[in-house]
């Protein structure tokens, strides 16, 4: 059983920065891809970033265009992160980690929240 746990979340001010981590573990064959969704109160859950094994990043235009976020894996530890930085009221969410498991399909966290106050 694959399991992914989130960690990092927490109450932070504006303009403040948070790293969330996010580890897979398990009987774990090869990981394709992993990425960190999020869903405000009252919204959709939204793509943030996602990265794959060798390293090719997406990005949610609205925050890719602040260059305030950044998704990094490291591979050995099947783990993801997600550096936000200069936050703001409307990244309070709560954040879920994703990863693509080859031969076993998409996992999902438990969710980590995270909320800005202004």
């Known amino acids: 059983q694959v399991q992914l746990v989130e960690s990092g979340g927490g109450l932070v001010q504006a303009g403040t920065s948070l790293r969330l981590s996010c580890a897979a573990s398990g009987r774990i064959f090869d990981i394709r891809a992993m990425g960190w969704y999020r869903r405000a109160p009252g919204k959709d859950r939204e793509l943030v970033a996602t990265?794959?094994?060798?390293?090719?990043?997406?990005?949610l235009n609205s925050v890719k265009e602040r260059f305030t976020i950044t998704i990094s894996r490291d591979n050995a530890k099947n783990t993801v992160y997600l550096q936000m930085n200069s936050l703001k009221p409307e990244d309070t969410a709560v954040y879920y980690c994703n990863a693509d498991l080859i031969r076993q399909g998409v996992k999902w966290g438990q969710g980590t929240q995270v909320t800005v106050s202004s």
């Open positions: 990265i794959t094994s060798g390293g090719s990043t997406t990005y």
